[in-house]
């Protein structure tokens, strides 16, 4: 376990919100690029500050999409949107970054720079917020060990492999401890073992109060996570067999 990482220097992780309450709000939000038809169209949801939430559908769903609403890369048509308890939709502009600065992203594509090192990638979150260099070294040399890539901290992207530039990027995004943590298909360019390995580091985040929101379409991932939630898109609506992540929640009704 992380244990150095765990007592970094980042902030107190759900400092404002209680375990229970809406971190992410999603109120009848649509998405259309262009003049295409729309791509996400009434969604509707809510986030528990502290949840752990699967994100699945057929390729061509919108997961993507909705991950990209919800880490602040693209607004929506229509809708309303709430990260940490604001609106984000009528957000100023110079108010995003420091929204941003809270979201820690594991994209598909990576997205590492090219010309720094896995060391410096993953070192790149703590430097931007500001820690000192003396602090930096010793969580970024355990998080590279923790993903395996302790003999690899000099390495430029170009030089590691597609499942090695991934754990990179993993490492990278939950190295700050953000409050809430959006990866997609986090664990499509690693073997088994390592994606076991991975969701126990979500897993350790979560239980420290991060919301961990994962797109995956693998099932047997999913099943590892016996506390998690699922919610499920088709064809850019939300699926909600339960009504669990519906916002405000449904109670169930017994039969």
Aim: charged share 20%.
């Amino acid at each position: 376990m992380c244990h150095g990482w765990q007592t970094g220097k980042a902030g107190s992780v759900g400092a404002h919100f209680s375990m229970m309450s809406a971190i992410v709000q999603f109120e009848n939000v649509g998405l259309r690029y262009g003049l295409d038809s729309e791509t996400l169209s009434d969604i509707s949801f809510s986030l528990h500050a502290g949840g752990f939430y699967f994100l699945t559908g057929a390729s061509g769903a919108g997961k993507t999409s909705l991950l990209k609403l919800l880490y602040l890369a693209q607004r929506p048509s229509r809708g309303v949107i709430r990260l940490f308890g604001e609106d984000v939709v009528t957000l100023p502009r110079k108010r995003l970054p420091g929204f941003r600065r809270r979201i820690g992203v594991v994209f598909q594509d990576f997205r590492l720079v090219p010309h720094l090192s896995a060391y410096d990638n993953i070192a790149l979150p703590l430097r931007v917020a500001g820690m000192v260099e003396s602090e930096i070294d010793a969580p970024v040399t355990e998080m590279l060990n923790w993903v395996g890539l302790g003999d690899r901290g000099q390495a430029r992207p170009a030089t590691l492999s597609g499942g090695e530039q991934q754990r990179v990027a993993i490492a990278r995004a939950v190295i700050g401890r953000p409050e809430i943590l959006v990866a997609d298909e986090p664990t499509g360019n690693v073997d088994a073992d390592m994606a076991r390995r991975l969701m126990t580091l979500f897993e350790a985040l979560n239980r420290l109060g991060t919301t961990i929101v994962v797109a995956t379409h693998d099932l047997p991932l999913i099943a590892q996570v016996s506390a998690a939630q699922m919610m499920k898109l088709d064809r850019g609506r939300l699926s909600d067999p339960t009504g669990s992540l519906r916002y405000p929640p449904r109670q169930q009704v017994s039969g």
